[in-house]
Structure formats: C-alpha cells, structure tokens
C-alpha cells in the first residue's frame, strides 16, 4: 500500500519505518526542515535502538522516502498517519494544534479517498475534529480513524513490530478493511486487532497509560512504606508480581514516571473527567505522589551534606527518562539537577546517550562527561536516575578510589544492599533499608 505519516518524530519515523518493513510504499513529512535533510541523509535523529538496520533497508530498497511537502506526500496515499505532536496545553489538556492544522491542510489537497489515522494520543471527539477539518474543504471521500500507538520508547521498534493488540476506532467498513490489510503482517501470531468505535479508541490509550502510570505509583507509595515500616520493596515487588491477576510488568518502584507520555496523558484524561464534570479522584493522587517521588532523594542528600551543598560535587548518573532512548522529556534527572545547582552544588553528569539533547536545554551549567568514572572523579556523592545496564555492574574499585565520599543515592534500586555495606558506602534507595 501507499502511506504518508505527517510527523516524523519518534513515533511516526518507527511507524513509516516498519510499515516500509513490511512491504508498503511509505513517504514520511516533516516541517522540520533541518530534521528532513538529516533523514534524506540516511541521518537518524533519535536513538531507538534496532531503527537503523530497518531505515537503512528501507531506505536502500527505495520504501521510505522523506520530504516537507505535504502535497507530495499525500498524493495516491491510501492511508494518511497523524503522527503528530500533542503536548500539553496550559490548562493541562491535549494541545490539538498541530493536529487541526494538518488537518485543515488535508483538505484542499486530498484528491482521492484516503483513510486519515490518527496515531497521536488525542482526547475524545478529536476525531470529529479532524473530520470536520478536512471536510470544510474537501472534495472527496475520506475516512478518520483513530489508531493509538503503544509502543514504548527504547523498545519502540519491537513493540510497534510485535504489538500486543492494535486498536482501531472506525465505524466505517472500507476503512476497517484497510487497517486489518495494513496490520495483518504485525499480528500473524494472533494477536487482536481490536475494532470499536473512535471515541472508546481515543479513551482505550488515556486509559492504558493511566493504569500504568498507577500501578507504578502505587508501587512507590508501597515503596516509602516499607522505608517506615522496614520491609524491601523488590520481595514486595516479587511477591505480588507472581500473581497472574497482577503481573509482574511496571512493578518497579523509583524516582517517579517521567517521559512524554504518562505526565501528559494522565494529566490530559483528568482535564477531559473535569470538562464533563467527572471528579476522577484516583488521577489527582496519581499525579500529587509522583511529583514527590521525583524529589524522593533530596532531602536524603540534604540530610547527608547537613543542608550545605553549596561547593559540594554531585555525580549523577543517567539523564534520559528511562534506558535505551535519548529522550529527556519529563525525566526526573533535569528537576534534580536544578535543585542541585540551586543549592549551589557542581554537578557532573553522564548517560551514554542523552548528553547531547541536555546540552541544549542546561548549557554549560554541569560539567558532561565521557565515561561514568570520570563523573565520579573527586565527586562527594552519586545519584542514580536512570538504570542503564552498564550502571548495574560498575567496577567498585574504581569507583571506591574516584569517589571522596562513598555516598550513593540510587533512585533506581540497582546495588545490593550487603554489597553496599561490605563495602562501607553509605546507600540509599528507594523502598528499602537505608544503609548507612
Ligand atoms: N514518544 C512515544 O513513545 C509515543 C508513544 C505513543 C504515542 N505517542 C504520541 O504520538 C504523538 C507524537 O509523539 P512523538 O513523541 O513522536 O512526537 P515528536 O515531537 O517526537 O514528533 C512529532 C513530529 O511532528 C512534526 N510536526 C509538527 N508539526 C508538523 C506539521 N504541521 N507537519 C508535519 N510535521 C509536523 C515535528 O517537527 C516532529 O518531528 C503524540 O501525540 C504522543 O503522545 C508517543
Ligand atoms: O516499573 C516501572 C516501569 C516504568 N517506570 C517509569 O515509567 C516511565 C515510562 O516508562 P515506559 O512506559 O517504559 O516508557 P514510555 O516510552 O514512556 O512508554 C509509555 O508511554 C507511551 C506513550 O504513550 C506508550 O505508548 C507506552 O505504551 C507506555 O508504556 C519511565 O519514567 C520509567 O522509568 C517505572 O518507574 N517503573
């Protein structure tokens, strides 16, 4: 088939990629120039590890072309992505901007039938939206279907390969025909393409992304539990896990979600329960307990340094929201940071991938650097944000001789707590006994 995806961000560059994958003619748009020319380039700007054998395959065999002109994109398309960006407004709902006016660029350019997709996290009704959009002016046929992506960013390519379900919201036959061809490859293993209509689509991603962002927050509520109480949130984590009812997935207590997703979307479903008068209290906590969790570690570290960070030299370790991507969006690293800076602390950072995009956003207010040894080099102290695997296995003894005070601050549970006090560090993570 013929595709357009308008928006060749981290969702729609790995959907046009795999749909190229699987046999289909795609043209990815983008009005950012500069992010074009790098892609016509063979030039990725994410890092989503397993992208790059796909795009460069595609690419090569001449399935995955790229531009930043919509009329050219779209032209004999049979199905059109919206993979466009929907961030948060300022009353905390989706902001449909960039959405609606794609939408309204669609119409006066659409001149066969098209399935239009939504694959952006939208509210309710915005597929009436984008129909009445494109409507005002359009001279044919068309369908609006809404799609929500799941897929998680590190393991984007993966997920969007081997997806759990697909969801598709459409009333229209001709239009459910497409998506079942479009996706038949995706789910040869049975897994569902589940039809329903648009709005119950719309409301299946908010609600996904909210039970998940929950269950990791009850997970950190138990977590600062069992530090009262003196239980080990990981056997807690073990022992509930094993129930099939409750599965073992997203049980990870830490330093709170981050990402572009769960803060925004939870945030966006409670806008929607507030505009129909739905008092949706279970998001409200959500939402409170997480921005503390962020802020789990400092009064740990202030206790620690006596309230005096002023000329103190953190190390910190992992800046992306979560391991294997380059996004620092919402990542609780960055508010750490800050207030680190603020108690006028020096900070030295590292992640193996995210250092550039932090550049760009703190400049040269911390000290970057190549390996996470020399971040630890004459530092008074390491936080632990973010659980690349390399940070799991560090070698101890060079970090023993860096380090001028063996002070960890974990907000990810990755040391053993007798490792930790054999080797006389002072340790303190999330849910479980502080080792000091
Ligand atoms: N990132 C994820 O893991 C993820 C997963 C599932 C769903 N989503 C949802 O998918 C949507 C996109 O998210 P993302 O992370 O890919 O965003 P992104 O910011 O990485 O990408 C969006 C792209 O759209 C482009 N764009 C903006 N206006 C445009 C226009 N008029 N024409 C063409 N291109 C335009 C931007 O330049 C950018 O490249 C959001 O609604 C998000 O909530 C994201
Ligand atoms: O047990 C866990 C699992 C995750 N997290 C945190 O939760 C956040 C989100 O992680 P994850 O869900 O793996 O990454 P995302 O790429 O944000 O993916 C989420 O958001 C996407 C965008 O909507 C959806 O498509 C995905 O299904 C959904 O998992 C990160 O800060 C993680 O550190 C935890 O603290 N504990």
């Known amino acids: 088939m013929k595709i357009a995806v308008v928006g060749t961000g ?9 749909f190229a994958e699987t046999g289909n003619q795609v043209i990815c748009v983008d009005i950012d120039e500069k992010k074009v020319e790098r892609l016509l380039k063979g030039d990725i700007p994410i890092y989503e590890p397993g992208l790059d054998v796909l795009f460069d395959r595609n690419v090569a065999e001449g399935r995955l072309k790229f531009t930043t002109n919509l009329a050219e994109g779209i032209k004999e398309a049979q199905i059109i992505f919206l993979a466009l960006p929907t961030p948060p407004g ?12 794609v939408a309204d660029d669609l119409g006066p350019l659409l001149d066969h039938y098209a399935v239009i997709v939504d ?4 509210p309710v009704g915005t597929a009436e939206l984008v129909r009445a959009a494109i409507a005002k002016n359009a001279k044919v046929d068309f369908d609006v279907v809404s799609n929500p992506e799941f897929l998680r960013e590190g393991v984007a390519v993966e997920d969007f390969m081997k997806p759990d379900r697909v969801v598709v919201g459409t009333t229209s036959a001709k239009a459910k025909k497409t998506m079942e061809k479009l996706y038949a490859p995706l789910v040869r293993q049975g897994n569902p393409v589940i039809f329903m209509d648009e709005r119950s689509a719309e409301m299946t991603k908010y609600a996904a992304n909210s ?16 530090e009262k109480v003196g239980a080990n949130v990981d056997d807690i984590r073990r022992g509930i896990g094993t129930d099939s009812r409750i599965g073992k997935r997203f049980l990870f207590a830490g330093i709170g979600y981050g990402g572009s997703c769960f803060p925004k979307d939870v945030q966006a479903l409670a806008k929607t329960s507030e505009d129909y008068n739905y008092d949706f209290r279970i998001l409200k906590s959500v939402m409170e307990v997480n921005e503390d969790q962020k802020k789990r570690l ?9 309230n005096d960070l002023k000329g103190k030299t953190i190390a910190v370790w992992g800046l992306a929201f979560k391991p294997y991507t380059d996004d620092i969006r919402e990542a609780p690293a960055l508010e ?11 900070v030295t950072v590292y992640d193996p991938e995210a250092m550039e995009n932090v550049k760009k956003v703190m400049g040269d207010s911390i000290t970057y650097c190549h390996t996470p040894y020399a971040a630890l080099d004459d530092a008074d102290g390491l936080m632990i944000f973010t659980e690349w695997p390399q940070f799991r ?26 490792l930790m006090r054999e080797m006389g560090y002072t340790y303190y993570s999330i849910g479980r006994e502080a080792v000091n």
């Open 298 to 306: 400092m009064p740990l570290l202030n206790d620690y340094f006596k």
């Open 119 to 122: 694959k952006s996290t939208v």
């Open 336 to 346: 750490n940071i800050k207030e680190l800076l603020e108690a006028g602390a020096h």
């Open 393 to 418: 296995t560090p070698d101890f003894e060079k970090m023993n001789k860096l380090l001028k005070n063996k002070a960890v601050f974990d907000g990810r549970n990755l040391y053993e707590l007798d």
């Open 211 to 226: 039970f998940l962002a929950m269950k990791i927050t009850f997970m950190n509520e138990i977590a600062n539990l069992c």
């Open 90 to 101: 300022e009353n905390g709902s989706a902001d449909l901007k960039y959405i609606l006016k």
């Open 10 to 18: 981290y969702v729609g560059l790995v959907t046009g990629t795999c």
